[in-house]
């Protein structure tokens, strides 16, 4: 959704995709170029940052598990701060902000605040993994829906909430966003609801980057394989029967 901005300041919410320059929008290189300030994540964002002027002002905003970070209102309080003074505020966003990026919050401050706002959609690291690794996330016959969930809730445990019947479901392709350290948690529930252990499984770690991983697997191989790679970089989890066998690109 997006508003229609005004002559004062302004925010634009913008998906950083994955990592790889390559694959920001145009609309997004023309507001990072336009930006009188940056408020950035921290994955991958510093080569879309040589898009900003020599003059926008750029803050790291970014949020990482087991470190100091900003909280969400702090981040909210300085967008709109920003824009109050007359600026035109890019929030960088990795990979797609209306996939578990907390974009909902952002939205209701700007609105509160009174601040028009748009929204330039990114490429979501599940589709990016995808298309590095060659497959596809659906497969006539085999898997006509896809999902997408977090395997991490605010406290950085597996969300208590998650509806574990439909993550079974054999005939679904599952991705799940921030999920390496609780893995082993959601597999051990999806084999208690009747999910094979053998159903195919891979994680891709810096989808679209030059150090792009991946290993392919069973559920149980990856959970075990995860839990003994406590720092893995950011990555996606896919299992389900339309995810193909392959060879293990890295350990």
Do not use: N, W
């Given at each position: 959704m997006?508003e229609t ?9 913008i ?12 609309r997004?290189?023309?507001?990072i170029?336009?930006a ?8 991958g964002a510093g080569?879309?940052?040589k898009?900003a ?5 750029l ?22 701060a920003?824009a ?11 990979g ?27 490429v ?13 996330l ?5 898997a ?5 969930v ?9 969300p208590?909430d ?15 966003f921030?999920?390496?350290a ?8 999806l ?7 053998d159903?195919?499984c ?10 792009t991983?991946a ?16 720092q ?13 066998d392959?060879?293990t690109?890295?350990?």
């Amino acid at each position: 959704m997006s508003e229609t901005p005004a002559k004062g300041g302004h925010i634009t919410m913008i998906g950083a995709g994955p990592g790889d320059p390559d694959l920001l929008t145009i609309r997004a290189v023309k507001r990072i170029e336009a930006a009188d300030v940056i408020l950035f994540d921290d994955l991958g964002a510093g080569p879309l940052l040589k898009h900003a002027s020599a003059q926008t002002e750029l803050i790291a905003v970014g949020k990482r598990a087991g470190r100091v970070s900003p909280r969400q209102s702090q981040v909210s309080r300085l967008m709109v701060a920003h824009a109050k003074m007359g600026q035109r505020v890019v929030r960088l966003k990795s990979g797609d902000p209306t996939i578990f990026g907390r974009l909902d919050e952002e939205i209701v401050a700007a609105r509160e605040a009174g601040i028009p706002f748009e929204i330039v959609p990114g490429v979501t690291a599940a589709t990016a993994a995808a298309a590095e690794l060659g497959f596809s996330l659906t497969k006539r016959g085999v898997a006509r829906r896809l999902q997408f969930v977090t395997g991490h809730d605010v406290d950085g445990q597996l969300p208590r909430d998650l509806d574990i019947a439909a993550l079974a479901d054999p005939g679904a392709t599952t991705c799940v966003f921030m999920g390496k350290a609780t893995f082993a948690l959601l597999v051990e529930a999806l084999i208690a609801r009747g999910l094979s252990p053998d159903t195919p499984c891979i994680v891709a770690t810096q989808a679209s980057l030059p150090d792009t991983q991946a290993r392919f697997g069973t559920l149980t191989e990856i959970a075990a394989y995860l839990g003994d790679r406590p720092q893995l970089g950011a990555s996606v989890i896919f299992y389900g029967a339309a995810i193909p066998d392959g060879p293990t690109v890295t350990d």
